[in-house]
């Protein structure tokens, strides 16, 4: 009961910073990024913890599967933490994201990292999927955070452009939150109260469309068997920035999934 209360007395806060948040994805998104002062573990951007251990989970995945003669896609790449992360292990890496301020800020922080490019794309806008092709061929794909905050009809958009992109050979990796109680006891989670809100949850209730959750339900609906094979999938955990007074990893509930086209036959599900 005393949790349920918490989360209650969150109510106005919350309906008071969601207010503010603009109607159009694509304006929320791009003034989000221009308000972002600070970046990584101790930055404004609540999912861009920089994180080894997490980044830890998704490597054996990527190595045993990923072919390494492709590029690879980082979509909805941010400021481009695993896109430079990504290029540390394969010869071309490309970060697309809807935000021209988000591309803008990744660009600035791969200063040197020759084998990183950014481009400003929507990856479930009309012809994504052929313009991605168009420049790379067939390349592997990598999604963090990204489906849980699309609409339905945009989640199914962006899957098939993506199919477009991996073709054949291509492999993609998606991890996404799934944090399966409510939203209020989500943001109690992270560490809101009624006295105070973390600056990191404070902007994104501020500026961002409020997000979902996506585990295996979310994604079978989404990718279909006609046009994807799932080889693995399972639970990850999604590390934040840390926002509890200790300065201790935080995490969020998550699934994983890697997934080949489904005409590719040459590997069997397995389950982890």
């Given amino acids: 009961m005393s949790k349920l209360w918490d989360q209650m007395l969150l109510v ?39 994180s080894a251990a997490e980044r830890a989970q998704y490597s054996d995945a990527i190595a045993a599967h990923f072919d390494p ?17 990504l290029a540390g292990l394969f010869p071309r890496v490309l970060g697309i994201d809807v935000s021209k301020g988000a591309i803008e800020m990744a660009s600035k922080e ?22 991605l092709l168009e420049r790379l061929g067939p390349a592997n794909v990598f999604v963090r ?4 905050v ?28 799934n944090f399966r109680g409510n939203s209020l006891g989500y943001l109690t989670e992270l560490g809101a109260t009624r006295q105070s809100m973390p600056l990191q949850l404070r902007r994104a209730l501020e500026n ?19 046009d994807w094979q799932l ?18 990893p935080q995490w969020v509930p998550g699934y994983y999934a890697l997934l080949s086209g489904a005409k590719d036959s040459g590997t069997e599900k397995e389950r982890v």
């Fill in 110 to 131: 791969a200063e040197g990292v020759q084998n990183a490019d950014f481009m400003v794309l929507d990856a479930s806008g009309a012809r994504a999927g052929e313009l």
């Fill in 12 to 50: 106005p806060t919350v309906v008071r910073l969601a207010s503010r948040a603009p109607r159009n994805p694509d304006t929320a998104w791009e003034g989000y990024w221009r308000g972002i002062r600070t970046t990584g573990r101790s930055g404004d951007v609540l999912w861009d913890s920089d």
């Fill in 231 to 248: 080889i693995a999938d399972g639970p990850v955990n999604i590390e934040v920035v840390p926002m509890n007074a200790s300065g201790l």
């Fill in 150 to 177: 699309l609409k339905p009809g945009k989640q199914a958009a962006m899957a098939a452009n993506l199919r477009t992109v991996i073709g054949d050979r291509g492999r993609m990796l998606l991890a996404e939150t």
């Fill in 145 to 148: 955070g990204v489906f849980h």
């Fill in 208 to 226: 961002l469309p409020r997000p979902g959750h996506f585990g295996a339900r979310e994604r079978h609906g989404v990718f279909s068997d006609s």
């Fill in 69 to 85: 003669a492709l590029p690879v896609v980082d979509v909805g790449c941010g400021n481009g933490t695993h896109t430079r992360w």
